[in-house]
């Protein structure tokens, strides 16, 4: 088998990391890396053993497939680039910045017959497929993610930022289209919301509450999902799984047999995980994990987000 020829466009702090599992993988070639600084790209590249570039399409003709790492506002740009030429992409999130870029970039990719990925990271955490084997139909969902305050990011607000990610996978296990949405947020640290909450009603009649916050004194990032004689906790920092199960029969007259079972999954390298994935959907030619419609979907939810906020503003 051919090596897989790949590079990484921005390598900040995210994009130094693409680089490093790429260079690790078997049967890939990192040729080479792009960021606009050429220090930062000689940095990188001289620790991955790659080229070094600071004009990505200087890399065209050269690569099967890329990561784009860039701010978000560059997604669209540089995606369609690659994507125009043939050329498999992977794509941090959120997608792009609005929903029609979002769309030409999911068309392009279908009509080239391209894997278009978009990075939600938190998907290929072993607490997701561990919870998976036992989620049937979710009731209502609360989610907490929390962070200190760090500079990276703050090109978008604190719900494309950080909420992104539960919005997804929240979507993802519902499975149902979102009907309402009423939501809250306040600019603390910059110009944007850095603390929001959304309760977000889909229409099979699951309830999402979800907080995001990037000025907390401590990181957090849990989900409790309720159904239907059961609920789970979801740690996805420390990954742990509870599950608290109605069993049969009675401990006492009126109190049910309540089981309760935790997983503590280990150590693991999610973004490994993620650009493995993506290796292998270029290979045998089927749909990523993540795939650009899916990225869509959590974009057009958070930007419904936004547009609640929005209508608080004096």
Not at 99 to 117: C, G, K
Not at 173 to 178: A, D, I, Q, R, T
Not at 284 to 305: F, N
């Amino acid at each position: 088998m051919s090596s897989l020829r790949t590079a990484v466009i921005g390598v900040g702090y995210l994009g130094n990391f693409h680089a490093q599992k790429y260079a690790a993988l078997e049967g890939v070639e990192l040729v080479g890396v792009v960021d606009a600084s050429p220090d930062r790209a000689a940095e990188v590249a001289a620790a991955c053993g790659c080229g070094s570039f600071t004009d990505y399409r200087d890399l065209i003709g050269k690569v099967d497939a890329v990561s784009v790492v860039v701010p978000t506002q560059y997604h669209y740009e540089v995606a369609r680039e690659f994507l125009a030429v043939g050329v498999h992409v992977l794509i941090e999130k959120p997608i792009t910045v609005t929903i029609e870029q979002a769309d030409e970039l999911i068309a392009l990719a279908d009509t080239n017959r391209l894997v278009f990925q978009v990075g939600h990271l938190e998907r290929f955490n072993p607490v997701m497929m561990a919870a998976e084997e036992v989620l049937n139909e979710p009731l209502f969902v609360e989610s907490v993610r929390i962070a200190p305050f760090k500079p990276r990011g703050t090109d978008v607000n604190v719900v494309l930022d950080l909420m992104i990610h539960d919005i997804e996978i929240i979507q993802h296990l519902v499975k149902s289209p979102v009907a309402r949405i009423d939501a809250v947020g306040a600019p603390v640290f910059t110009g944007e919301e850095d603390i929001a909450n959304a309760r977000i009603a889909f229409e099979n009649g699951c309830v999402a509450n979800v907080t995001a916050s990037r000025i907390s004194l401590k990181s957090e990032r849990k989900m409790r999902i309720f159904q239907r004689d059961a609920y789970l906790t979801l740690d996805f920092q420390n990954k742990k799984v509870l599950v608290a199960k109605k069993g049969a029969g009675e401990l006492l007259p009126g109190v049910p047999n309540v089981q309760v079972t935790e997983q503590e999954l280990g150590q693991s390298d999610p973004l490994l995980s993620e650009i493995s994935s993506f290796v292998e959907a270029i290979r045998q030619g089927k749909q990523p994990q993540v795939s650009g419609r899916d990225g869509r979907m959590a974009l057009e939810t958070a930007l419904k987000i936004n547009q609640s906020l929005n209508r608080l503003q004096p």
